[in-house]
């Protein structure tokens, strides 16, 4: 996808809004506004001739995660690959084999139950797809922070890591385990969100709004991690962008933010060297290049 300028965007998109009654266009800046929010830093293009707005990662057509379909009748958020994407509340319509959508006529309509849901695992899935890591944060932006802050930066290089680390995880590979027992691969994983939760808790539980903490025994898929870890990495990221604009301390925790994220970092590393091991004792290694992908921080 080509990337403009934001300010060229936002008058391409006025321009193609335009040719619509007011309603329409209403209904299309909410479904705009949650799209942005729900996936960070995503490049939105504009098709005039298609009558579209295009939002994912990269150029092409596999760099995809949904689309914004335009007519005088309403509004259709077109969901890349959105007949494997499980619908509890089936809005998704639509016949194709590969593709699928939700349409909306109404602002209200875009609060529906499971809309939200339904594009955090458009987005999950295009990162196992793709193998790409953690795309950013969806929170706000903290006023006196630089979003690509150092400190900001090194967490969420660490995030990345984790989601490149899950994507390269066959499914059976969840289950498997040291020779010495503990944690199984998909429960270290699902710790590692769990301790992030435990911090959120204590110093900011504002920012607890809308994640889960994994229980013991409960489901763990690929999929399923890769949105918990997202979420709770955008959390984390606003913590800290909030400790940085405010004096550098993170409640419960001593001495500073810095050693608060470099903490987080260090107990992350811990368990994915762990489990490491345990796909190794359980006749399930890494492939070479993850094993070295997982310290290319300069490229991840």
Same mark, same amino acid.
């Given at each position: 996808?080509?990337?403009?300028?934001?300010?060229?965007?936002?008058?391409?998109?006025?321009?193609?809004?335009?040719?619509?009654?007011?309603?329409?266009?209403?209904?299309?800046?909410?479904?705009?506004?949650?799209?942005?929010?729900?996936?960070?830093?995503?490049?939105?293009?504009?098709?005039?001739?298609?009558?579209?707005?295009?939002?994912?990662?990269?150029?092409?057509? !596999? #760099? &995809?995660?949904?689309? @914004?379909?335009?007519?005088? +009748?309403?509004?259709? =958020?077109?969901?890349?690959? %959105? *007949?494997?994407?499980?619908?509890?509340?089936?809005?998704?319509?639509?016949?194709?084999?590969?593709?699928?959508?939700?349409?909306?006529?109404?602002?209200?309509?875009?609060?529906? !139950? #499971? &809309?939200?849901?339904? @594009?955090?695992?458009?987005? +999950?899935?295009?990162? =196992?797809?793709?193998?790409? %890591? *953690?795309?950013?944060?969806?929170?706000?932006?903290?006023?006196?922070?630089?979003?690509?802050?150092?400190?900001?930066?090194?967490?969420?290089?660490?995030?990345?890591?984790?989601?490149?680390? &899950?994507?390269?995880?066959?499914?059976?590979?969840?289950?498997?385990?040291?020779?010495?027992?503990?944690?199984?691969?998909?429960?270290?994983?699902?710790?590692?969100?769990?301790?992030?939760?435990?911090?959120?808790?204590?110093?900011?539980?504002?920012?607890?709004?809308?994640?889960?903490?994994?229980?013991?025994?409960?489901?763990?898929?690929?999929?399923?991690?890769?949105?918990?870890?997202?979420?709770?990495?955008?959390?984390?990221?606003?913590?800290?962008?909030?400790?940085?604009?405010?004096?550098?301390?993170?409640?419960?925790?001593?001495?500073?933010?810095?050693?608060?994220?470099?903490?987080?970092?260090?107990?992350?590393?811990?368990?994915?060297?762990?489990?490491?091991?345990?796909?190794?004792?359980?006749?399930?290694?890494?492939?070479?290049?993850?094993?070295?992908?997982?310290?290319?921080?300069?490229?991840?």
């Amino acid at each position: 996808m080509a990337t403009r300028r934001a300010t060229d965007t936002e008058e391409a998109v006025g321009g193609l809004l335009r040719a619509y009654p007011p309603e329409v266009q209403a209904v299309a800046l909410r479904v705009r506004e949650l799209i942005l929010r729900t996936l960070p830093r995503a490049e939105e293009t504009v098709d005039s001739s298609s009558k579209l707005l295009g939002y994912g990662y990269g150029s092409g057509y !596999r #760099g &995809v995660v949904c689309t @914004l379909i335009l007519s005088k +009748a309403g509004v259709k =958020l077109g969901v890349f690959r %959105g *007949a494997e994407l499980p619908d509890p509340e089936r809005l998704l319509a639509g016949s194709g084999k590969v593709h699928r959508h939700i349409p909306f006529k109404l602002v209200e309509d875009v609060e529906r !139950r #499971g &809309v939200t849901q339904l @594009l955090a695992e458009a987005l +999950a899935a295009w990162q =196992l797809r793709s193998g790409e %890591g *953690a795309v950013g944060r969806t929170l706000r932006k903290v006023e006196g922070v630089q979003m690509d802050d150092p400190l900001v930066e090194t967490w969420e290089i660490n995030a990345r890591i984790n989601i490149y680390l &899950v994507g390269a995880l066959p499914s059976p590979a969840l289950s498997a385990g040291a020779t010495s027992g503990g944690r199984t691969v998909g429960e270290a994983l699902a710790h590692m969100h769990n301790v992030r939760l435990m911090w959120l808790k204590a110093a900011a539980p504002d920012l607890l709004i809308g994640l889960e903490k994994f229980e013991k025994g409960s489901s763990i898929s690929s999929s399923g991690l890769v949105k918990a870890l997202n979420a709770s990495t955008a959390a984390i990221t606003e913590l800290v962008a909030r400790s940085l604009s405010g004096g550098g301390k993170i409640k419960g925790f001593k001495p500073h933010v810095h050693a608060f994220v470099g903490y987080l970092v260090s107990h992350e590393s811990h368990h994915r060297g762990q489990i490491a091991l345990a796909l190794k004792q359980s006749g399930k290694p890494l492939e070479k290049t993850v094993s070295f992908g997982l310290w290319e921080w300069g490229s991840r």
